[in-house]
């Protein structure tokens, strides 16, 4: 736990940029610790290892909870009756069925399209021709608060790099008039940041080292 790093980032990105505390890894009682001290978003991408936190800090009403990872099909349903934000969504026919769930439900998620900006085969996420594409079929689609975009940057790219990746996000963001940009991790927030992010996903600044 690096509290430190945590209060230094959050003092020096502007207003407009959220900070997601990715608690993959950690456990219930690290997560409050940092609630303690103002923290509210909490990200995680595994279904089962979030649920289990949620059921224990259930009556910390003000915690919000974004769902970070890979989207199984069969979890959706799940996903959406314990995740107020969904970051990853990385298909037409995930969104689909979590606009059918959330009308089943009643529920509204806000969601944010995983775009892929690069060719990472080891990424998910929309490409961006598709997704003009199909914008005027998203944005018809119920119970859904599409209110930005997400993107994961590959390993191992210069800063400079990282930069110009996060700035076509930010751009095709722009065009469909979406303000958020789910992007930055503990490596690349700060390109994130001077790139116009507005969710920047922290997990080893905040938590430390993963096991
Ligand atoms: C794990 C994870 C993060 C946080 O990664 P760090 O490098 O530890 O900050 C952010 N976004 C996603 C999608 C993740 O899976």
């Not at 998203?138 to 191992?156: A, F, W």
Request: some cysteine; overall charge positive.
């Amino acid at each position: 736990m690096n509290l430190s790093n945590y209060l230094e980032i959050k003092n020096k990105i502007p207003s407009n940029v959220n900070i997601l505390a990715v608690s993959k890894g950690f456990k219930s009682q690290e997560i409050k610790t940092i609630q303690d001290i103002g923290q509210n978003d909490f990200g995680e991408s595994k279904f089962q290892e979030a649920f289990e936190k949620q059921l224990i800090l259930k009556d910390f009403k003000q915690i919000h909870w974004h769902f970070i990872g890979r989207i199984q099909s069969n979890k959706i349903k799940k996903i959406v009756q314990n995740f107020q934000y969904i970051h990853s969504v990385d298909s037409f026919e995930k969104l689909q069925k979590i606009s059918n769930i959330s009308c089943e439900e009643m529920k509204n998620p806000i969601i944010m399209l995983q775009v892929k900006f690069s060719n990472d085969p080891t990424k998910g996420g929309l490409n961006p021709d598709f997704l003009m594409m199909k914008w005027r079929e998203i944005q018809e689609l119920k119970n859904i608060r599409l209110t930005g975009l997400m993107t994961i940057n590959p390993k191992g790219l210069s800063s400079k790099q990282n930069l110009e990746l996060f700035k076509k996000c930010r751009s095709l963001a722009d065009s469909l008039q979406l303000p958020d940009c789910s992007m930055g991790m503990s490596g690349d927030w700060q390109e994130a940041v001077e790139a116009g992010s507005t969710w920047i996903r922290l997990g080893s600044l905040i938590f430390g080292q993963r096991s």
